[in-house]
C-alpha cells in the first residue's frame, strides 16, 4: 500500500544534541510536510516542500532546518534541541495545493523525548 | 485571521448515541474543510473533506458532515458511535492554491462510555 513512512517511532536525545528525524513516502507527491505537535495540542505547521521549492513558515525557529534530497524522502533537523522541543513530529504529503490536490495524508509521527 | 474554533476539548458519549463535534472557522475566502482522526500515538487519518458542491458530505467510517456557510461551521456527526470511535479528532481549514497550509482546531478527544 502506498504509505507516508516515518522513522523511528520514538527518538530520544540529549538537550543540544542534533537530531535528524526521517520521512519517506511511496504515494509520489509534490508536497511533503513537517508538523509539530506537542501534547494535547494542535498540530502546528512548521515547513513544506513543493518538490524541491522549500518554504519556511514565518514563526518556525531557526534551530529547525529541513531537507529533501528526492521526491521520496524529507528529513527534519534539529540543530540544538531544546526541552520545549519535545513533541510529536509528524510528515504528511500532499500532491499538490488547492482543491483537490491539497488533501494530505499523515504519517504515524516520531515522539521525539530531550533529556 | 483564520482560525478553527472546537469548542468542546472533551466530549463522552455511551456506546450507540449519536454524536456531533462542533467546529467553526475563520477564514477569509473559500475554505476547504476537513476532518481528521488521531488515536493514541499515531498519526492523523483523514475522515472526509469539503471543497464545494453538496453541504452534506459523507465520510469513512460512518461519519459525515455539514458545512453551513452562514454559520461558519462544519460539524461532524456520527448517527451511532462505536467504542472503537473513541479518539481525538481535529478540523481544519485550508484553501489558498498558493499554499497547502492547513490550520487545524484544538482538537475534541472522545471517549465511548460502554
Known amino acids: 500500500d502506498a504509505m507516508v513512512i516515518q522513522n523511528p517511532r520514538y527518538q530520544v536525545t540529549q538537550f543540544g544534541k542534533p537530531v535528524t528525524l526521517s520521512c519517506s513516502q511511496t504515494l509520489n507527491h509534490n508536497v511533503m510536510y513537517w508538523y509539530q505537535q506537542k501534547s494535547s495540542q494542535a498540530p502546528k505547521l512548521l515547513f513544506h516542500?513543493?518538490?524541491?521549492?522549500?518554504?519556511n513558515e514565518a514563526d518556525t525557529p531557526d534551530n529547525f532546518q529541513s531537507r529533501r534530497p528526492n521526491t521520496s524522502f524529507c528529513f527534519l533537523d534539529i540543530r540544538s534541541p531544546g526541552l520545549g522541543d519535545a513533541a510529536m513530529y509528524l510528515c504528511?504529503?500532499?500532491?499538490?495545493?488547492?482543491?483537490?490536490?491539497?488533501?494530505?495524508?499523515f504519517g504515524p509521527g516520531t515522539r521525539l523525548t530531550v533529556l | 485571521a483564520q482560525s478553527v474554533t472546537q469548542p468542546d476539548i472533551h466530549i463522552t458519549v455511551s456506546e450507540g448515541a449519536s454524536l456531533e463535534l462542533r467546529c467553526n472557522y475563520s477564514y477569509g475566502a473559500t475554505p476547504y474543510l476537513f476532518w481528521y482522526v488521531q488515536s493514541p500515538g499515531q498519526g492523523l487519518q483523514l475522515l472526509l473533506k469539503y471543497f464545494s458542491g453538496d453541504t452534506l458530505v459523507q465520510g469513512i467510517k460512518g461519519f459525515e458532515a455539514e458545512f453551513k456557510r452562514s454559520q461558519s461551521s462544519f460539524n461532524l456527526r456520527k448517527p451511532s458511535v462505536h467504542w472503537s470511535d473513541a479518539a481525538e479528532y481535529f478540523c481544519?481549514?485550508?484553501?489558498?492554491?498558493?499554499?497547502?497550509?492547513?490550520?487545524f482546531g484544538q482538537g475534541t478527544t472522545l471517549q465511548v462510555k460502554p
Open positions: 481544519a481549514v485550508g484553501g489558498s492554491s498558493n499554499t497547502g497550509k492547513l490550520i
Open positions: 504528511a504529503t500532499s500532491r499538490g495545493f488547492g482543491p483537490t490536490y491539497n488533501e494530505q495524508f
Open positions: 516542500y513543493y518538490d524541491k521549492d522549500f518554504n
